[in-house]
């Protein structure tokens, strides 16, 4: 596949939970940007607002004295421009690919000003019960499509069975993986078939969305993305921001809300299927991986 392809494919897929949108939300005017007041409302742009703990969340905001309305979105290629053009004050939605994406092909400078969750994509095994004990020489089946190999070769690593060259990135292949310094053989399958593949190999990378359908749970993982591997910064999700908002202290105030409500952390769990980690990755470290991303995605043009 053309590196053109690969990015395109790698960068239209998010590492969330399906979300059903009912409404495209419309805003109107929230006042000066960065200026948010007790008695203003803060609109943040979601895919996905008819999620319970959404409602859970406008209501912590509420009792922290902050009016939130959630602003629904139908389609992910609608929140950064809303955000970028002053519609909306924050969105969240997406992961820091995405968001690197976005402002490298549309010249913006939207900002990450907090962590939510990362949902990891999970090693799973019929046959062992742990990493260790997959024996070495072994067969891990993983996802053909460009958007979760890459990722997928990361866990691999992660979890001390390949080694990738050059320590992998956002748009490894298994023509990265150092064999000598590797394990476990990869051996690539459609994401459909990774699971019904588990009595054939020792193990397989399985997408979120067939956990369920193939008997397991999330809980069942015996490896997935470790939130605190830089290689996993770029999958957490996140509030953004518009860069001359980084520093609001009523934005900064919603994620904080966002992150330490139990009432919500837990809704977003259970919406997840318990797939979802909650984060508090530090902003610094997020503004930094998105700076690196996008570096990646200017080289590959």
């Given at each position: ?16 939970v399906p ?32 999620d ?10 509420a ?12 389609d ?11 519609e ?31 949902y990891?994509l999970g090693?799973?095994?019929t046959?062992?019960?742990s ?8 067969t ?5 499509d460009?958007s ?10 992660s ?69 605190s ?26 994620v ?13 769990v259970e919406?997840?299927g318990?797939t979802?980690?909650?984060?508090k990755?530090?902003v610094?470290d ?16």
């Open positions: 596949m053309k590196k053109s392809s690969l990015k395109k494919s790698i960068l239209a897929s998010l590492a969330v979300l059903a949108a009912l409404l495209v939300g419309c805003a109107g005017n929230a006042g000066t940007a960065g200026e948010a007041a007790d008695n203003e409302t803060v609109r943040i742009g979601v895919v996905g607002a008819s319970p703990y959404w409602e859970t969340y406008v209501d912590a905001a009792d922290e004295g902050i009016d939130v309305e959630i602003v629904d979105f139908s992910y290629n609608q929140p950064n421009p809303a955000l970028a053009e002053g909306i004050d924050l969105n969240q939605f997406q992961h820091i690919i995405y968001l690197a994406d976005y402002n490298e092909a549309n010249n913006q400078d939207l900002v990450p000003i907090g962590a939510t969750a990362i990891p090693l799973y095994s046959q062992y019960e990493v260790e004990d997959i024996p070495d020489g072994a891990v089946a993983v996802p053909n460009p979760n190999l890459a990722r997928a070769l990361l866990v691999l690593q979890a001390d069975l390949i080694t990738l060259k050059g320590g992998g990135s956002i748009y490894s292949t298994s023509a990265e993986i150092d064999e000598a310094k590797s394990r476990v053989t990869v051996t690539e399958l459609d994401p459909t078939l990774t699971a019904t593949s588990l009595p054939d190999v020792a193990a397989a990378i399985i997408n979120n969305d067939f956990i369920t359908d193939s008997g397991l749970e999330a809980s069942d993982a015996i490896a997935q993305d470790d939130p591997d830089p290689n996993a910064l770029p999958y957490v999700n996140i509030f953004a921001a518009r860069s001359e908002d980084a520093d609001n202290e009523t934005y900064k105030k919603l904080e809300i966002y992150q330490d409500s139990k009432a919500v952390t837990d809704g977003v919406n997840a318990g979802a980690v909650m984060v990755t530090p610094d997020l503004l930094e991986s998105l700076k690196t991303v996008q570096e990646q995605i200017a080289e590959q043009g």
